[in-house]
């Protein structure tokens, strides 16, 4: 809970696994593992992971500079992900500026030989690969739940547009994918290469079909997907320049009309796309109450949305946006004083702290306002507000971040 892990060429920022590879289908697995508010960043491998583990979750935390080995010899990495879970959850976290020296290089992954698990309401944006994918090789990954998550300009690199697209669903060595359930995403598709589709799905289903409903698709590429068998596919909204087309099986160039003669989608829809409207700079005015546990650092609640601030603070420039949390007025405990000494240490000065909030209307609610620099309010927010939500609006206002708070990659010592 509120770890920072960075700057390292070990693999892996924030790893929990149990036992060491290869494992006995009954081999016992860690259980209830709990990673929340935490960050990864400039690592050569992997961000946060949960390898071997059971009702467990990742919650509420950051990655970015993912995968910064400069050669692959040991693995090809993502930012958040799980391998062999049973029951695991990857819920309201931000995966951006990932990298691999091989394949992957995504955001979030349900790899493997999982069971049961749910990746929903996460941000992914700016990464060289795939912003999620679902992988079964050898064994079945079954139940598989992604829903509600926002997915902003991934596959920046040509070579892994190409072959992941923004959602990967690839089987290999036998395995399967079974009962997955595609609901509720967000997806905005531009690759640099204008064939690739938004979704690649060459993996097998073992005959249970997948199921893509109700998700937004808006993409410069007119090939919204690639799938190898047919899916449930319904009440989608596709949004290009043009017509859209798909391709499932061996079948190439497919309009929506023929899809839905055929009985592989329903009630979904088409769209043009619209140039969006950038303002010059926003305000994001916060006033908040600090509240602590019983060890005298940030109660959950606090800490979970100060890392969502602290990240989206940092990857703009002052002038562009210009983050404010407003504290109750009074005096700061030294509780308070080292607790907000160390969050600052990650994204130095992104964020700027005032004690100058009435008590009680702080201490009532959390609000978050996101304003013009004149002070018109553009939208408006009470309680928790996660990575998807307000860096979603900030971004569709801003456009794409400068990520002006990026700290210099530290200094690796010359080896004998």
Known sequence: DGVDAAHTNQWAGILVGGGSYPY??????????????STAHDVYGDGIVLFR????SIRTSAAWEIGMEPTQDVGTPDAIWVWTCDDCVVADNEAYLTDSPGVDGGAYDIDWDNQHDTIERNYAHDTQGYCISVFGAGY???????RDNLCIDNGLSPRMAMLQGAIYLSTWNGGTIKGLTFTGNEIHWNPSVPGAAAIEGPGDNGGTPFVFTKNT?????????????????????????GQPVFAVG??????????????MESSSSVHQSETPKHES?????VSTALSYDRDGLFSDSVLSQLVVLRSLAGQYSPAQLKV???LPSGTPTDSEIYALYDFNDVYP???QFKRDADPLTGAASSTIRLKTPDGRVLQEWQGFQNAATVGGAVRKFLGPPDYSHMQPLEPQESQP
Do not use: C, F
């Open 349 to 351: 000065g992104s964020i």
């Open 140 to 146: 079945v990954t079954s139940d598989s739940t992604v």
């Open 217 to 241: 698709v808006e993409s410069t590429s007119t090939l919204v997907y690639k799938i190898k068998t047919p899916w449930q596919s319904s009440g989608n909204k596709y949004i290009v320049d």
């Open 281 to 285: 700079g926003l305000r994001l005015e």
């Open 324 to 326: 404010t949390v407003h």
């Open 250 to 263: 061996d079948k190439n160039r497919l309009m929506l009309k023929a899809l839905n003669a055929q009985g």
């Open 24 to 37: 006995k289908d009954d081999s016992q697995r860690n259980t209830h593992i709990q990673i929340r508010n």
């Open 53 to 56: 583990d059971a009702h467990s």
